[in-house]
């Protein structure tokens, strides 16, 4: 599991995904403790039969964004945690691993906000829509092939396909 910064590599959905995920989850509640109002497994490595990048991504749901400063500290301390502060998606990024092998994106956002609710929703609709997920997973290969190493490129590659899938769904 892992992939260096800027890598763009898919592949075979693995049962292992969801482990890691649990493991993580662990974690982070050991961290957040009650301050954290939901911690969800999301993106395609949440999805069963969707080939992914085999980097867990999950949210951390606050009641607000300005909790984090209450944590922020111990992730300063982790040497295997990086606080990404230039994001302006409505969350704080916390990448887990080095950048030669980043194992964990950690999405910290408000747990009402609109980034939390289409974050859950997309999931969903590839967890319930086969025909959505097939073509989602095609999409990807496509932008994978063309951008194996530009990740900024290949995530907005994407951007227009969810946004129509949250609007239909």
Request: hydrophobic residues 35%; neutral net charge.
């Amino acid at each position: 599991m892992g992939l260096r910064v800027g890598e763009v590599r898919l592949e075979k959905w693995s049962p292992q995904w969801q482990e890691d995920f649990k493991a993580e989850e662990q974690n982070l509640l050991n961290i957040f403790g009650s301050l954290a109002t939901n911690i969800q497994h999301i993106g395609s490595t949440s999805v069963k039969d969707l080939d992914a990048k085999p980097i867990i991504d999950i949210a951390v749901g606050l009641e607000s964004l300005s909790e984090f400063e209450k944590v922020r500290q111990f992730f300063e301390q982790l040497s295997q945690y990086s606080i990404k502060v230039d994001n302006d998606l409505g969350e704080i990024l916390i990448r887990k691993g080095s950048e030669s092998e980043r194992t964990h994106f950690i999405h910290v956002m408000e747990s009402k906000g609109q980034r939390m609710e289409d974050s859950l929703k997309f999931r969903d609709v590839l967890r319930s829509n086969s025909q959505i997920r097939n073509e989602y997973c095609k999409l990807k290969y496509l932008l994978a092939s063309k951008y194996p190493n530009d990740r900024e490129s290949y995530t907005a590659g994407k951007s227009a396909f969810i946004k129509q899938a949250l609007r239909n769904n």
